[in-house]
């Protein structure tokens, strides 16, 4: 699959297969076509040449409602409407399953419920989305795509505008659903330690095509990060998880003339 914009290609002849049920994340610099990647594959974007199947079949072929039914997406920096509270944003994630002139069901408001309860964003229902804070923002965002109740979710840095412990239960919640109702998910990420801790698999790009696929021991690797990032580093074993660890070495840390202290 090739895509771009405005005649600029961003993908280039790019082949990826996505595994259903695990934890996918999109790995590599800025500008090399995460973001991209996850538009076409949530027909967003269509491609300028090849197709994005879904479930074996083309997904511009498909419904709008079939595909919405079956693909949540949380892009980068999404705006929600000015002045809808939190309730009424995470009910629009109910749309793809009601029909023109139904009212919202029992089961719209446990989806709902347990989407907001998921995303410790329940007791802002009645907020107006405009006054949270970035953190809160992206949580409720979060709980929107919940809500859709569909088998894949496609998340584009889920964990922006959160503090260190908020990523964490982000990135929990995300392995807990995806334990729990086998929910195929898909996500970009620039931090390759939490890529490495919560992906079964790992796809690492950079200029549009895919440099390595595989488990995070296969592809976080001292030379695959130099490939793809530019980057010296040592991979190390967490010290209480099967993953690999990445440490950024630094210009000082590769000069053994210079003394390894701040000052």
Request: contains cysteine.
């Amino acid at each position: 699959m090739s895509a771009g914009y405005d005649g600029r290609t961003v993908l280039d002849a790019l082949s990826l297969e996505i595994a259903p049920g695990r934890v996918t994340a999109l790995v590599g610099p800025n500008a090399c076509g995460k973001s991209t990647l996850l538009k076409s594959l949530a027909r967003l974007l269509t491609p300028a040449a090849g197709t994005v199947l879904l479930d074996g079949r083309d997904i511009h072929a498909l419904p709008t409602r079939e595909v919405a039914r079956r693909l949540g997406i949380l892009p980068q920096s999404p705006i929600a409407p000015e002045g809808i509270t939190v309730g009424d944003l995470v009910w629009r994630g109910r749309h793809p399953h009601q029909r023109f002139g139904t009212r919202r069901s029992a089961a719209d408001d446990l989806a709902i419920a347990a989407a907001l309860e998921a995303t410790g964003t329940a007791g802002l229902i009645d907020r107006p989305v405009d006054q949270l804070s970035g953190g809160q923002r992206q949580r409720v965002w979060i709980a929107l795509a919940l809500a859709q109740e569909t088998p894949t979710l496609l998340l584009d840095e889920p964990t922006t505008y959160l503090d260190i412990a908020h990523q964490i239960e982000v990135m929990d919640l995300l392995a807990d659903l995806n334990a729990r109702t086998g929910k195929t998910i898909v996500l970009v990420s620039h931090d390759l330690n939490q890529a490495a801790l919560y992906a079964s698999t790992i796809v690492a790009l950079r200029d549009g095509r895919v440099v390595r696929q595989g488990t995070p021991h296969e592809v976080l690797t001292e030379q695959t990060v130099a490939e793809v990032f530019g980057l010296d580093c040592l991979v190390v074993p967490h010290p209480r998880a099967d993953r690999p660890q990445i440490f950024p070495l630094g210009r000082r840390h590769l000069d053994p003339t210079k003394e390894n202290h701040p000052c």
